[in-house]
């Protein structure tokens, strides 16, 4: 079965710093890949979407890489801010055309310290 | 434009008791879903509609059941609340499959407590 694990569970580091965050899926297959943002007590935002034929993605200071031969996705955030503090999260479907199987990693609790 | 919207965002049960959960999207979008989210677990599918009149179970369908009669609304039910179903909800909706590299929009999520 697959499943996605998302290191670190959690994390602190001072405003400025730049970050990595980690996802793996245990199955390599991955079609595309999303990372979504959760703040306290909401629902998730989607940041960046990697498609099929792509290898990356960027928004401003995020920059989100897919390595579909390893299963493994990575964020990273530039300069980060303490507005960036929320739990941070991918998710994707093994193929196409799979909306039944998008498996969500349990996410990475991200804390910028002023 | 609202995007999704979710009704109610908290709710208290009995063991036993049933009740309805409302998704509503204004986007025009095929797809939607219904998650629950859970600590340390992640998001997990119960059931998702790939168009008007249709249903599909998820990967934990037990314990509920949904429709979607008209193209914005999902409903999510729950016949007899058991504390296991103690969790938040959370809807979301896309224009296509997420397998064809659609992105998900999401609703604020519905808090249940089944006592």
């Known amino acids: 079965k697959q499943e996605v694990t998302q290191i670190p569970a959690a994390l602190s580091v001072p405003e400025g710093e730049n970050l990595v965050l980690n996802c793996s899926f245990t199955d390599s297959a991955i079609y595309n890949l999303q990372w979504f943002r959760q703040d306290p007590g909401k629902g998730l935002t989607s940041l960046l979407l990697i498609q099929s034929s792509q290898r990356e993605q960027t928004s401003g200071r995020l920059n989100a890489s897919l390595d579909k031969s390893s299963g493994r996705s990575t964020l990273y955030i530039a300069a980060s801010q303490p507005g960036d503090s929320a739990t941070y999260l991918c998710a994707g479907p093994p193929e196409r055309s799979s909306a039944s199987k998008i498996i969500f990693g349990s996410g990475t609790r991200l804390s910028i310290r002023p | 434009n609202a995007g999704v919207t979710q009704t109610p965002k908290f709710r208290v049960l009995k063991t036993g008791q049933s009740m309805t959960l409302l998704c509503a999207q204004d986007?025009?979008?095929?797809?939607m879903y219904w998650y629950r989210q859970d600590p340390g677990m992640g998001l997990r599918l119960i059931h998702y509609s790939v168009g008007e009149g249709t249903t599909a179970k998820g990967e934990v369908p037990d314990g509920y059941n949904v429709s979607r009669l008209k193209k914005q609304n999902f409903l999510l039910g729950l016949e007899s609340a058991a504390p296991s179903q103690t969790s938040v909800y959370f809807c979301?909706?896309?224009?296509?499959?997420?397998?064809?590299?659609?992105?998900?929009?999401f609703g604020p999520g519905t808090r249940l407590t089944v006592l």
């Open positions: 986007m025009n979008h095929e797809y």
């Open positions: 979301a909706s896309s224009y296509r499959s997420s397998g064809e590299a659609d992105t998900q929009y």
